[in-house]
Structures are given as structure tokens and as C-alpha cells.
């Protein structure tokens, strides 16, 4: 059984003023060149989809012509819903679509959906797991009374109960511990969203979405296919790839990463402005890079921005890095922690707000609200 | 060829401040029991599947159960997008479900799909043909230069040039002269949206969708199936049903119109509160009805809703009609005519604002606005 994972298509996503539409189609179009001539059974996406729930017309034209260009080869398509996702939404004639091989993970109602395949080295099954948090299983289940993403992810492992006598795939979008995050991806505020892989260890191979940088965690063969493009500054160095699987008898998983060429790359520059508009450089830079500037020069020069665009058309930021910024460190406002739980961080802005600690009024307030706030966010899906 | 033909399900509309999901729900689930005992070929629905063109997630599940449980019968179905629905969010996949013959239309690029069938009695022809404005033909074809929507449609309709020696089905979304309009529908401002039907003679049955009132125009074989729910008083009167058309030879097409009874009816009921809660008049209302309330009372009663909420539950507004209302008939605001070109409103407005009449240059701006709107609204798709 041969697939290509993929995961986190992000379609509509931007990059800062600039629309993707155009990169994200001409990738697709790769990666369906890529699944032909590799000879795939099937084709993997391990969530996120969409970048956004409701995505913008654009968008579904694209993931349609996707969806139907792989179709057309007659291979199986297996899709789960990210947390970027409206699973619903998503998995519109999921019923009538699994006829012609297209499998869509349901809204999670506590079961995890098995698709059973068969090649020459017997039985395999695919189990579909969209993005799912704590208050998802505790929907789903009265007696699940966990608060932990690892508690709820295992609740829900335990269900599975995979025949281990024959190969299972899963197919997941999660957080898992130790792997290597970007700025792009959207973590849990809160934190410990984080899964341990050992909680996979009856699979053959885990198909994991989520975090934008190709990756195996923990072993080969629990695997992040990382984003097929590059969608922010943080994931400049990633080689993004698209993985192929091929699984032969049970306990021989054999893993091939193709990398994924974009139509426009991300550059980051940082110098004079009579430097980077030297020859040398501007020649060291594919044209249509999207490119971020950081000028080092002591006097800021007004037209800087217009001189560069000569040189660099898709400039998506540019600042300065010169003793004045250095000295003018003033932090406008702060990252949010992954560590500190969301009434931390509003208790925290109410301080600086009113130079006074939260009576327990207040405090209690803040939590039911956070709490309405996530479990709402469930609802809308 | 038998085959049931529904219009404008408007899946997420509302009445009032009342959810209608458990009504659509339920009325679906018994036109799915309609279809199975009606031993069809298949299902036409006209357009306006959703109320909105971002559909809410509720919808997409009704929609979405729905057709799971119409394709279970193994049967064809057709579908075709409205004003309200967003097409390119409506055929999503809609490449892959043809396989399972699922037609969705395509979004309207000058073509009108056919869908080519055959029975005992021969070939029949299908013609998908999404609603369409003036502009989306001006967008298609450089050469048509048209501004009434008869003049569109004639331009698409001769594209067509169906073979008249086999049977021929139009499925369409527009508003046909001679039809009968309800307060619900949302008719193009600016008038003349209105085709003939004449344009249609090469056609053996034209599946109408836009109005609300299920109805015959020009000839019996030219119909508009209604909605399955009354979706405003001003359709209390109308009779919905489901419409089964039988096309067999050519030149012999038989209808039968199938009641649709909703889980709860619309009801007005005019009367002094005295009246209105007298015995022989609650019990002559189902007592789950939508109700809409005139009181006749000279003297306005404060608790006057929460004595009647007892007798109604359901009550979807509660209005006076009595000498104080009568005198006092002062327009707040004006119903806008169909008649009227969007240029002319915002004229009639300006003028009650500012007492004198728009300048040359103002009237420019605003027919330049206005242009702006529509070709946006256009785009949007």
C-alpha cells in the first residue's frame, strides 16, 4: 500500500498583503504530477484543509480542483478535518463521495472512523481522526473526565483497539511532544496541547497534520508532512516535501520525502540599502521571491521602500536595524505564552490595567468566561 | 422518466425570531419517504438550497443528510443554484458526484450543462441552467450587450439549440412572467427581472425555482414547485407540494402535484384579546402553530402577549389594529417598488433629505455606485 501524505494545504491562506491563491494552485498542480508519476494507491491529507472554517469562494474552487484532479486517477483520497477546519463544512456528500473512494473524517461524535483496505500483503486499515480537544471527548463521553489534550487523545486511542495482527495507519492532527513548531501554526492557547507518540505505538504508520515543518517525531513512522508551502518567515529554512509511504508486510514501512518546489520562495535580507541594491545581491535572488527587508542604515531614507521595489517587486515587510531601533525597545505587546493557562493571560492585562490584583469575583468571572468562550468555539462546529 | 421536482428549500431560513431546522428537517425526511413510495428516476431541485450564500453549519448538516439519504435510493439527482446560494460553494465535488449521478451545476461560465439520459421511451435531455443576472452573460460573452434579464436569458437560451426531436427538460431559476409573487422571495431591485416564458417552447418541461407558491406559468408543462414550507405570512394561503413530473413519449408529460403537510402551520388570527382566547378559537388553531396576532382591543393591555403565549406558544409577532392605529398611520418606510431602478430609490432618498434634487455630478456618482454594487454582488460568486 503506497500513499502520499500530505496535510495542512491552508488554502486561502495570505502572506501579509500578499494573496497565495495563485502558489497555492501551482503547487497542487505538483503535487498531483508528483502522485502520478510515483504510482500512489492513494493520497493522505492529515487536516487543515482550509485556512479558515468558512473558506473564502476562491479557496473551495481550488480545493475542488484539487479534489477532483486526484479523483480522476482513480485512487483512494483519504481527508480528516485540522483544527483550522469546519469538519462540517468539510465533509458536505461525505456519504456519497466514499463511493468513489473519497473518504472525509465525520464531525468527531467519540467514534474514530476505519476504512478497511486490502493489497497483496493482506488487510490494511485507515482510522480517521479529525482535530479533536478535551471538551470534544468530554462531549462525546459522560465518563471521560480528563482536562488534558494526552488524556483525551489516549481516551480516545483506547476506543480504537486496532487489530495488530494486520497494518494500521492513523491518520491524526495533533500537537505531539517533541515535535518542532513554527510561528504559523495556531497552538492552543493555554498550553499543554501536546500528545505523547507513544500513545500511537499500535500503528504502522501515523499520518500527523498540524505543525508546518516536514518531521518524524519520536520514530520514522509517525510522521508531520508539514505544509506544502512556506506561509510564514518562521518556516524559511523548511524543505517542504511531500511524503510517500509505501507500506509493505506488516512491520516494513518504507518512507520517501520528495521535495516540493515553490513558484515563489521566501527571502530574508538584511543590510544597506546600497547594499541590497548591489548587483551581486539582487542577482543572488529569484525575482518573484516574496522578500523581508531589515535595513541597517544609521539615517532612514524615505524613498527606501520605492528603491527596493525596483530591485524586489514582493516585498512583504521591511523595518530597520540600527542603533536607534536598538535603543527604542519598547515591547508594544508580548507573546502569548503557551505555558500560561487563558485566565493567566487576561489576569495579567487586568493588573496593568488597574495596578490591582483580581478579588475572587473577578477571578471566578474570567474563568466562566473562558470557559464559554471554548466551549463555544466547540458549538460553531 | 419520472422524476420529483423541488425548488427553493432555503435550508437555514428563519421565521421571525423562530429556528425552522426541526421543520426543515422533518419535512425533508418526508419528502425522502414522497420519493421512495413515488417510485422516481430521480430528483430536480431549482435552486435556493440555502437560504444564505454561506450557508450556517446546521444547514449544511440538513443538506447533507438529505441528499446521503436521496442518493441511498439510487436514483438521479439535479441540482441547480439560486440567488441565494453560492454556487461555487454548492458544487464542491460536484466532479466526483457525478459518478454517482449527482449533478450540480457548475458556476455560470456562458455554457448550460446538459446532462444526457435515456429511458424505454427514448433520449432525454437535461439542461442545467443556474440563476443568472444580466452581467454573468456580460461576463460570458463580450458579443451580448443586453441589460434586461429577457434579453439574457433569450441570448443563453438560443445558445442551447436543444434537438427538439428528443425530450427536453430546462431547470431554471429565474422569475417568469405571469408568475405569482410572495412577500418572501428577494426580487432583483430595479425591476424587469422578469422573463417570458415563451423563451422556453423548445422544452418538453421547464423545472422552475425562485417563486414561492408552487404554480403553473403560461403552460401546465412551465412550473415553479414552490417551497416545501411556507416561509412568511404572505404564503399562508399557498398549498406547498412536491410536484412528480412523468415525461414519457415525447409530447406526453403528466404532473401530479403531492401535498407537503409541515410539522407546524402558519396561522393569523385577528380579534379582542376576549375573542382570541375563547375556547372555540384556541381549539380551532393546532396548537404548535405560528401565530401572528392582530389585537382589536381600544385599550392596549400590557400583559396582553403573556395571556396569549399560554394559548399560543408559538407566536411569531403581535401587532393593534384599532381607531388609535388607524389614525395614527404614519410610513416609516416605504416598500421599494419593482418598478423603480435602484438610482431612482437612492434619488427619492436623497431629496427627503437634503429638499432639492441631485445635481448632475451626484447623479453620476450615484449611477456609478450603483453599477459598482451590482458587478460587485456579481463577483462575490
Redo the contacts between chains.
Keep these: 500500500m503506497k500513499f502520499a501524505h500530505l496535510a495542512d494545504l491552508h488554502i486561502g491562506k495570505r502572506l501579509y498583503e500578499y494573496s497565495l491563491v495563485e502558489n497555492q494552485k501551482d503547487i497542487l498542480n505538483k503535487i498531483v504530477e508528483l502522485v502520478k508519476v510515483n504510482c500512489v494507491d492513494g493520497v493522505v491529507i492529515s487536516g487543515d484543509i482550509y485556512d479558515k472554517s468558512?473558506p473564502p469562494?476562491d479557496a473551495?474552487?481550488i480545493?475542488?480542483d484539487f479534489?477532483?484532479a486526484l479523483?480522476?486517477l482513480e485512487i483512494f483520497i483519504i481527508i480528516i478535518g485540522g483544527n483550522h477546519d469546519?469538519v462540517?463544512?468539510l465533509?458536505?456528500?461525505?456519504?456519497?463521495?466514499e463511493?468513489?473512494n473519497?473518504y472525509i473524517s465525520p464531525v468527531f461524535s467519540g467514534n474514530v472512523e476505519k476504512i478497511e483496505m486490502t493489497d497483496n500483503f493482506g488487510r490494511i486499515n485507515f482510522y480517521l481522526l479529525p482535530y479533536i480537544r478535551p471538551v470534544n471527548v468530554r462531549r462525546a463521553y459522560e465518563d471521560f473526565e480528563g482536562e488534558t489534550f494526552t488524556e483525551a487523545l489516549k481516551f480516545v486511542m483506547d476506543k480504537i483497539n486496532p487489530d495488530t495482527s494486520i497494518r494500521n495507519v492513523l491518520v491524526s492532527h495533533q500537537f505531539v511532544t517533541g515535535a518542532q513548531k513554527s510561528d504559523s501554526e495556531e497552538i492552543y492557547v493555554g498550553g499543554s496541547e501536546n500528545v505523547a507518540y507513544t500513545l500511537f505505538d499500535d500503528f504502522d504508520y501515523v499520518a500527523l497534520g498540524h505543525l508546518h515543518m516536514p518531521q518524524a517525531v519520536g520514530r520514522e513512522t509517525v510522521r508531520y508532512a508539514g505544509t506544502p508551502l512556506k506561509y510564514s518567515f518562521s518556516e524559511i529554512s523548511h524543505k517542504k516535501s511531500m511524503t510517500i509511504v509505501d507500506i509493505r508486510e506488516k512491520g516494513k514501512v518504507e518512507i520517501e520525502v520528495i521535495p516540493l518546489i515553490p513558484a515563489q520562495d521566501l527571502v530574508e535580507l538584511k543590510g544597506s540599502l546600497k547594499e541590497l541594491i548591489n548587483e551581486s545581491v539582487v542577482a543572488s535572488v529569484e525575482c518573484n521571491s516574496f522578500v523581508k527587508i531589515t535595513l541597517t542604515d544609521e539615517v532612514l531614507k524615505n524613498d527606501a521602500l520605492d528603491v527596493l521595489k525596483q530591485f524586489y517587486p514582493y516585498i512583504v515587510s521591511i523595518g530597520y536595524d540600527n542603533s536607534m531601533t536598538r535603543q527604542n525597545n519598547v515591547v508594544q505587546s508580548r507573546a502569548v505564552s503557551e505555558e500560561q493557562r487563558p485566565e493567566e493571560i487576561v489576569e495579567e492585562l487586568f493588573v496593568q490595567q488597574n495596578n490591582r490584583q483580581m478579588n475572587d469575583v473577578e477571578r471566578g468571572l474570567t474563568e466562566k468566561l473562558v470557559k464559554k468562550v471554548w466551549e463555544r468555539e466547540y458549538e460553531?462546529?
Design positions: 468558512v469562494v473551495v474552487k480545493m475542488d479534489l477532483s479523483s480522476s469546519s462540517a463544512r465533509s458536505f456528500a461525505s456519504k456519497i463521495l463511493k468513489n473519497v460553531t462546529d
